[in-house]
């Protein structure tokens, strides 16, 4: 079986952290190009743009997309038109009607379109989700709670309309709540904290329930000064479960379990693998809607000003 | 053909004013009960919960749910569990993960589910629908002005956290946009105005752009006195088409143009008799997503308080 010719599009940090070591350690895939608008990739030919790169490489067959949300549709209609395979980065657009669009375009080309949640891959999340498959939850909370200044030092466009705020990790939690609970859950009533000089939420309070009223309440604050938090507790009738580290590790009844070695983006680009060889989609939006849901659906609160 | 037996969920203004006349006109339907917290309809069994009318009156086919949003989602379930067709009242629910699902169950027990949109159903939708197939559109502004305490005098709850605010009225211009448009369009930035003392918006400013970079302006306001405008311009290579008035008045090149008279809510349901009839769902969520993506993209200006 040939390897995927893959490139990659929007080269910032991301990329060299975790997308081009798990690429290197996957013999599915071999790295042909890069596109960014200012950065390349060491050893690899590097265009300043999609089109650019597209034109001058032959036989790419898959490209993964990087760059920030906004610009992330342009490249993703540009790539399915010429009948590329496409991994889109979470969040998988800058608005839902964007990724509604992708999905078809996807569908009438016939290639693979994948929305990437990382988080989903935490070592925590099947055995979470394998044990409330066969123990219903009676309630769930979550708790998102880290230092923004120690995440993201001085970046501004986090902050601009559109950036999400807080929203940007919580939108982990919230894909790693859709895919283990095993029913649907629909927000009722949220509040989102606004700093007096910002544009985009610091904290937000969200308040879900299942079809059959079971509760999920989850907190994402970025002001969190000390111990971070990255974590969701479940009950059930048999006992508690608990996930932390982001879903890095898992307690049932208190008792911590073994796990897995963390391996998120190496089992994101296995799973896309898996798609493009068998010609199917994997395109969820959930996590995304339940935060739309919150924007259209929260109280707004304006709080304190933030400066980096 | 026999009638389709439908029941009424949610007795208000809108059900007396276009729902009953419509339906009384239509012999494809057999009125046959209504459920309703505090209200029924002359001449017509009644019961306080939809649940209590499904189980004392045999033989319901459809029903119609015309009670605010937040409480569509639980109704159609139950709706949709029985079996029954079910026709929304727009917007077809609170949030739009409620409607994903709901269009899921819909589709799961193989009944018709259709998200009614009354201002698609305007005399001048469907010409200018067809004039601009013909006719390339090169950019629109729509302006969706009016005085709310002409239209929405002292509702409280149109002020909430999810009420919508000026997305009430501004839902249905998206939805004739979203139909007489050959192309789909995507938010590139907005701005909501909050007064100081609400929790819902009363205008925004919202622009889009369809994948060739059309541009389509959108002002909603609710502090519009003297004359009201329900406007839709469209630029196109040969001339100007304009909507006015909601969609009840169309001028082409500056020539008022012939209309069909005015039968929003009899089209309503001579559609959703169709659907019924052919096995078929009907569910278009796109402009609520289109208010969602304003809602999540948007940035929020506080602005005077608003009083009734």
Chains 1, 2 share one sequence.
Not at 285 to 301: E, I, S, T, Y
Request: aromatic share 8%; net charge negative.
């Amino acid at each position: 079986m040939s390897a995927i010719k893959l490139a990659i599009v929007g080269v910032g940090k991301i990329v060299h952290d975790q997308h081009l070591p798990a690429i290197a350690a996957n013999a599915d895939f071999e790295l042909v190009a890069s596109a960014s608008r200012h950065n390349t990739v060491p050893g690899l030919p590097g265009y300043t743009s999609i089109e650019a790169m597209l034109a001058a490489v032959p036989g790419i067959d898959a490209v993964s997309l990087c760059m920030p949300p906004q610009y992330r549709y342009q490249a993703a209609q540009v790539a399915l038109a010429a009948g590329k395979h496409v991994f889109l980065e979470k969040p998988p657009g800058a608005t839902l009607s964007e990724v509604a669009d992708l999905e078809a375009l996807a569908a009438a080309r016939g290639v693979t379109l994948f929305t990437s949640w990382h988080s989903r891959y935490a070592p925590a999340v099947q055995p979470a989700k394998a044990y409330l498959a066969a123990h219903a939850p009676t309630a769930m909370q979550v708790r998102w709670k880290e230092d923004v200044r120690q995440w993201h030092p001085n970046q501004e466009w986090i902050w601009q309309a559109g950036g999400l705020g807080v929203f940007d990790p919580g939108i982990n939690a919230l894909s790693i709540v859709t895919e283990i609970l095993p029913s649907l859950i629909f927000l009722k009533r949220a509040t989102l904290e606004f700093p007096d000089n910002r544009d985009a939420p610091i904290a937000a309070e969200l308040h879900f329930q299942d079809a059959a009223g079971m509760p999920v309440h989850a907190q994402f604050d970025w002001r969190q000064t000390g111990p971070q938090s990255w974590d969701i507790v479940v009950q059930t009738a048999d006992g508690e479960l608990k996930l932390s580290n982001g879903g890095a590790r898992l307690w049932v009844h208190g008792v911590e379990q073994p796990l897995e070695q963390e391996a998120e983006y190496p089992s994101l680009y296995r799973r896309f693998a898996e798609l493009v060889r068998a010609g199917r989609a994997d395109v969820d939006v959930a996590p995304l809607r339940h935060v739309a849901d919150a924007f259209m659906l929260g109280q707004r609160k304006v709080v304190a000003a933030f400066h980096d």
